[in-house]
């Protein structure tokens, strides 16, 4: 038996298949994953994602806390609600997570980290306050719902409490709004436009049955997977882990490297890497024949094995079979994926695979 | 509650077998288990002529989640496979008795179909996995 989220009996009256996710019991799917992977592209859908963690962080040393722990930089935060996507590194550049940062007023930040990884994190935190002014505050009293599509806005938007709706509208891509304890933003793991509202668990239970009622379809954990593998996004444990680092990744992007003097925890195992080059590149898989791509199978250009798929499944949008993989320098172009012993034609491609609905390769 | 039609036999590994009558089988895989499985996108079906043992990994289905081995329920010769599957393999979650079979055999012995569960029996099987 895992932890339940607030909307736990919800999930169990549409029927939802539940299975365990990072100490969770979550829905899979409420029937037929694929249809709620195309409610997402098409329209919208509603994720229960409670089971992230929801982390606030206040005090005089806040900023110089996250400056000092995160691979990016939270002093581009100016204006109140901006969002900040950053990795969190060991010393030696791994990534002990990766994380959605909310400015929310001077010394005042919001952040949400992957459940798995929750208790590691706030340890690893925890370590870093020595000698700072900052509180850590877990919002476990929370309940988190992603709705999520062309329409997930639109249709959300009215079912908010009305000081927030109006403002809703008026949201730009990675900004939040809030008001009380609700806390909504533009925000998404899923390539669509959409809203990532934080609010009291009680009153998301009312929320999820309004947006139900609205025709907004339940997606459950499948979904999110394909969804945002189609979009060309990470998943923490599978395309990166402490073992690697953003560089190796596809996350040389989220890495703050200026000011130079900012000091980070990794970013001397950073640079020296940077400086050593060879490094290993993060791409995109298109397999070319019938088949799957999937975790660990190996990639090949001729008969040297060059790297292996992170994350593979079938991309419902594309009807073709999509993976992430880490690869050797310079492989481009052709290769095969072994898969039960026999190579595949593959195809090395650049993220994303979809984003709003289209298809952003040549299939 | 699964669908176990009477009139077919079944495997411990969930796939179905029915007797043709003219010393061919049909072999698929159970309601349960393409519920279990998901939406299906991928089924490899095994080579035309090949022989197979009882109990050897012959196909393979892929759901959205998960790859899945499939195995021959029978001692026999592949006489046939459902090519339809390739473009659909979605048949197999919308009629997994029917038009979601996934290769005949020509068996060498029809009395092994005794051996194997019969509706009632897999049933039961299905109660206590549960």
Same mark, same amino acid.
């Given at each position: 038996?895992g932890?339940?989220?607030a909307?736990?009996?919800?999930?169990?009256?549409l029927?939802a298949?539940?299975?365990?996710f990072a100490?969770?019991d979550?829905p899979?799917h409420?029937?037929?994953?694929l249809?709620?992977?195309h409610?997402?592209?098409?329209?919208s859908?509603?994720?229960?994602?409670s089971?992230?963690r929801?982390?606030d962080?206040a005090?005089n040393?806040?900023l110089g806390?996250?400056?000092?722990?995160?691979a990016?930089d939270?002093?581009?935060?100016?204006?109140?609600g901006?969002?900040?996507?950053s990795?969190?590194l060991?010393?030696?550049?791994?990534v002990?997570?990766?994380l959605?940062?909310?400015?929310r007023?001077?010394?005042?930040?919001r952040?949400?980290?992957?459940?798995?990884?929750?208790?590691?994190?706030?340890?690893?935190?925890?370590?870093h306050?020595?000698?700072?002014?900052?509180?850590l505050h877990?919002?476990t009293?929370l309940?988190?719902?992603a709705v999520q599509?062309?329409?997930?806005?639109?249709k959300?938007?009215? +079912?908010l409490?009305?000081?927030?709706?109006e #403002?809703? @509208?008026?949201l730009?891509p990675?900004f939040?709004a809030e008001? $009380? /304890?609700?806390f909504v933003?533009?925000?998404?793991y899923t390539?669509e436009?959409?809203?990532?509202i934080?609010?009291?668990?009680?009153?998301?239970r009312?929320l999820?049955g309004n947006l139900?009622?609205?025709g907004i379809?339940p997606?459950?954990l499948?979904?999110?997977?394909?969804?945002r593998?189609e979009?060309?996004m990470?998943?923490y444990?599978?395309?990166?882990?402490?073992g690697?680092t953003p560089?190796e990744s596809?996350l040389g992007?989220?890495v703050?490297w200026e000011?130079?003097h900012?000091?980070f925890?990794?970013?001397d195992a950073?640079?020296?890497?940077?400086?050593?080059?060879s490094l290993?590149q993060?791409v995109?898989l +298109?397999l070319?024949a019938?088949?799957?791509? #999937?975790? @660990?199978?190996?990639?090949?250009?001729g008969v040297?094995v060059v $790297? /292996?798929?992170t994350s593979?499944?079938f991309?419902?949008?594309l009807e073709?079979?999509?993976g992430l993989?880490?690869l050797a320098?310079g492989?481009e172009g052709?290769?095969t994926?072994?898969?039960?012993?026999?190579?595949v034609?593959a195809?090395?491609?650049s993220?994303?695979?979809?984003r709003?609905?289209?298809a952003?390769?040549?299939l | 509650m699964?669908?176990?039609?009477d009139d077919l036999r079944y495997?411990?590994?969930?796939e179905w077998?029915?007797?043709?009558?003219d010393?061919?089988?049909t072999?698929g895989i159970?309601?349960?288990?393409?519920?279990?499985?998901g939406?299906?996108?991928?089924?490899e079906?095994?080579q035309i002529?090949?022989r197979l043992?009882a109990?050897?990994a012959c196909?393979?289905?892929?759901?959205?989640?998960?790859?899945?081995?499939?195995?021959?329920?029978?001692?026999?010769?592949?006489?046939?496979?459902n090519?339809?599957?390739?473009d659909?393999?979605?048949t197999v979650?919308?009629?997994a008795y029917g038009?979601?079979w996934i290769?005949k055999?020509?068996?060498?012995d029809?009395?092994e179909?005794d051996?194997?569960l019969?509706?009632?029996g897999?049933?039961r099987?299905?109660?206590?996995e549960?």
């Open positions: 038996m932890l339940k989220t909307l736990f009996e919800e999930h169990k009256a029927g298949r539940i299975v365990p100490g969770w979550l899979l409420y029937g037929s994953q249809a709620e992977h409610a997402v592209r098409r329209d859908g509603a994720f229960d994602v089971h992230m929801i982390l962080i005090g040393g806040a806390f996250l400056r000092r722990l995160l990016n939270p002093a581009k935060l100016r204006i109140a901006k969002a900040l996507y990795c969190m060991s010393e030696h550049g791994g002990i997570d990766d959605v940062l909310y400015y007023g001077p010394e005042r930040f952040t949400v980290v992957n459940a798995a990884t929750a208790g590691k994190d706030l340890a690893w935190m925890h370590s306050t020595t000698g700072m002014s900052v509180a877990p919002r009293d309940c988190m719902i599509g062309p329409n997930a806005r639109e959300a938007a009215p +079912l409490p009305p000081q927030l709706a #403002r809703v @509208h008026a730009q990675f939040a008001e $009380g /304890e609700w933003s533009r925000t998404g390539g436009d959409g809203l990532e934080m609010c009291p668990a009680n009153e998301g009312t999820w139900m009622d609205a379809t997606c459950g499948g979904a999110r997977d394909t969804l593998l979009a060309g990470n998943l444990g599978q395309d990166m882990d402490e690697v560089l596809g992007w989220t703050a000011p130079s900012r000091s925890v990794g970013r950073l640079e020296a890497q940077r400086a050593a080059g290993r993060f995109g +298109l070319t019938p088949g799957v791509l #999937r975790r @660990h199978q190996r990639v090949l250009k040297a $790297g /292996e798929v593979g499944g991309a419902p949008t073709r079979s999509i993989a880490r320098p492989a052709e290769c994926v072994e898969i039960r012993g026999k190579p034609p195809r090395i491609v993220p994303p695979f979809v709003n609905g289209e952003r390769i040549t | 699964s669908n176990v039609p495997a411990k590994s969930h077998v029915r007797d043709n009558g010393g061919t089988v072999v159970t309601d349960h288990a393409q519920e279990a499985l939406d299906l996108v991928y089924v079906v095994p002529g090949k043992d109990g050897e196909a393979v289905v892929e759901s959205v989640k998960a790859a899945s081995d499939i195995y021959s329920p029978v001692d026999g010769e592949v006489v046939e496979t090519e339809t599957l390739g659909a393999p979605e979650n919308e009629d038009e979601g290769f055999l020509r068996t060498n029809e009395q179909l051996g194997l019969d509706a009632d897999y049933a099987l299905l109660e206590d549960d």
